[in-house]
């Protein structure tokens, strides 16, 4: 039976160092793209609760390669940090399933080829992953009447578009 897979960015969690509060996300999932800039402060969950895509499959188990990078936006310079990882997606489960992902920020500082900065923040990233039946919708195509073959006895039937 197809499943339809919905992903979304629920949440984001600082720890670590501060190296600032202006923050944004950037996710690459599905071949969708979200990005999301958020204050976050030190310590803190930002529930986001925002889409990013969803696909059918007919596969029991689904993988999915996800990018997500951390930008902290600083009027100089910018504190980047990114992680690769995989979604594996059991499609037999109706409840949702989260996956979390550390992203590492460093602050980085340099002028006149002098680097220094030592503060490490660490971003927790929740993806959530809804599956549900598919559902296909059928045109209606003139008389307002679709004709359906039941599963259990093969019998036809005709319902209202």
């Known amino acids: 039976m197809l499943k339809s897979i919905r992903i979304k960015l629920n949440k984001v969690r600082y720890i670590g160092d501060s190296i600032g509060d202006d923050v944004r996300i950037e996710i690459e999932v599905l071949d969708k793209f979200l990005q999301i800039d958020k204050k976050i402060k030190i310590g803190k969950i930002a529930t986001i609760n925002q889409e990013i895509g969803g696909l059918e499959t007919d596969q029991e188990i689904f993988r999915a390669e996800v990018l997500i990078t ?92």
């Open 70 to 161: 951390i930008i902290e936006k600083d009027l100089l310079f910018n504190d980047i940090g990114s992680v690769r990882g995989n979604l594996k997606i059991n499609t037999t489960i109706t409840e949702p399933q989260e996956f979390i992902f550390k992203v590492q920020g460093k602050e980085t500082r340099s002028v006149l080829g002098k680097i220094w900065g030592k503060r490490k923040a660490y971003f927790e990233i929740t993806l959530e992953a809804k599956v549900s039946n598919a559902i296909k919708y059928a045109p209606n195509k003139g008389d307002g009447w679709l004709k359906i073959i039941l599963q259990d006895n093969g019998k036809t039937e005709a319902l209202p578009a």
